[in-house]
């Protein structure tokens, strides 16, 4: 089978879909390995790293794109709608419930798109999510603390605070892995920290791991209501597989947090938890509203690519082998693949994601 990796093109999204590494494990098993040129710059990998592992380098994105497989990071912008084939196998991060545009274009195009962050082992564990969510939340603490800074416009808060000044207060939104990140993080500053879920087993659960240096909240509008006017630092945390993130903070809340807070909405690709967030870049981070800083990158391993390619890597490659060693009857075989499948044959066909398109469902 041929595998195609095209360059990312998202902004100032630096990684790569196969690292040399991986490329090697798949040259050794027989694959043809189609990287277009400078696709791995960004994550310290040269066109010759990709040439020493077997792979051949291709001048343009087209020539990526017109394989059987191609493998990405994020998600096909419009610009590569049209690159798409029919009947051509897709393995990306997708996140289509918030993006109408991105599922019909995949529909019209016929692709059969696997989605990353919808491929679910029998346990409910996301194995292909789970890296970059761990880099998420981490980032989302080390990112918050940058823009709490007074010359990035935040209030100048220390969230570790000194002898005689109190920390800066941390309210987490969700206790999954970017949440249990995140706290791992505001904790290792010294900050203030309050986790709020839904889920009280697993609030018990962070309690093990944490014990008193966090305090475990049941979410609630009530709670949340209380919560968020006192923090520093808001970061959403949640998740709804293959849905959109519910709304969480709405903007009368936001409007009573203090000038220069922040808020990181790490539930961005899915919407969003805050209704005052909206989709950032890179290379434009922060906005204000209400007063107060609000961070929405949706990409946020982007920033640290080298380490983020490595890790999907990790996690992707023995589905990859198995979708070139199968092709499409490999989600026959493997369950957990199985429900990554988005788009099969120009059809919606994620049970989450058609009960948000209804009417593309059909």
């Not at 475990?216 to 006017?229: D, F, G, H, M």
């Not at 009368?252 to 539930?267: E, N, Q, T």
Request: include cysteine; glycine fraction near 12%; aromatic fraction near 6%.
């Amino acid at each position: 089978m041929e595998i195609g990796v095209p360059k990312e093109i998202k902004d100032r999204e630096f990684r790569v879909g196969l690292s040399p590494a991986s490329v090697r494990v798949c040259t050794d098993r027989g694959y043809a390995i189609f990287v277009e040129t400078g696709a791995g710059l960004g994550s310290g990998f040269t066109d010759e790293d990709y040439t020493q592992a077997g792979a051949k380098i291709v001048p343009n994105s087209e020539q990526a794109w017109n394989r059987e497989l191609v493998v990405k990071v994020k998600e096909p912008l419009p610009e590569e709608y049209g690159l798409m084939q029919k009947g051509q196998l897709l393995f990306t991060f997708l996140h289509l419930a918030a993006n109408r545009g991105l599922t019909e274009g995949l529909i019209s195009a016929g692709v059969n798109a696997i989605a990353y962050e919808t491929v679910e082992l029998p346990d409910q564990r996301l194995p292909l999510l789970t890296p970059m969510s761990i880099i998420a939340g981490r980032l989302s603490v080390q990112f918050g603390a940058r823009f709490l800074e007074r010359a990035s416009g935040g209030r100048g808060v220390l969230l570790g605070g000194v002898p005689g000044v109190k920390p800066g207060k941390v309210v987490i939104l969700g206790g999954g892995i970017v949440g249990t990140e995140a706290a791992k993080m505001a904790v290792g500053l010294g900050a203030i920290v309050q986790i709020l879920d839904i889920n009280v087993d697993r609030l018990s659960y962070l309690e093990s791991i944490f014990g008193s240096r966090v305090e475990y909240l049941y979410s609630s509008s009530a709670q949340i209501e209380a919560v968020v006017p006192d923090a520093d630092l808001v970061i959403g945390a949640v998740l709804v597989l293959g849905r959109r993130a519910p709304t969480l903070v709405s903007r009368s809340l936001v409007s009573k947090m203090r000038p220069g807070s922040v808020i990181v909405d790490v539930a961005v690709d899915q919407g969003g938890c805050v209704e005052t967030l909206r989709t950032t870049s890179h290379s434009d981070p922060i906005y204000v509203e209400e007063g107060v800083v609000h961070y929405g990158v949706p990409n946020m391993p982007g920033a640290v690519p080298w380490t983020a390619t490595q890790a999907l890597n990790n996690s992707t490659l023995p589905y990859l082998l198995q979708l070139a060693n199968q092709g499409l009857k490999a989600l026959d075989a493997n369950p957990a693949l199985a429900k990554g499948l988005n788009v099969e044959h120009g059809r919606l066909v994620h049970p989450a994601v058609r009960e948000v398109f209804p009417d593309l469902a059909d």
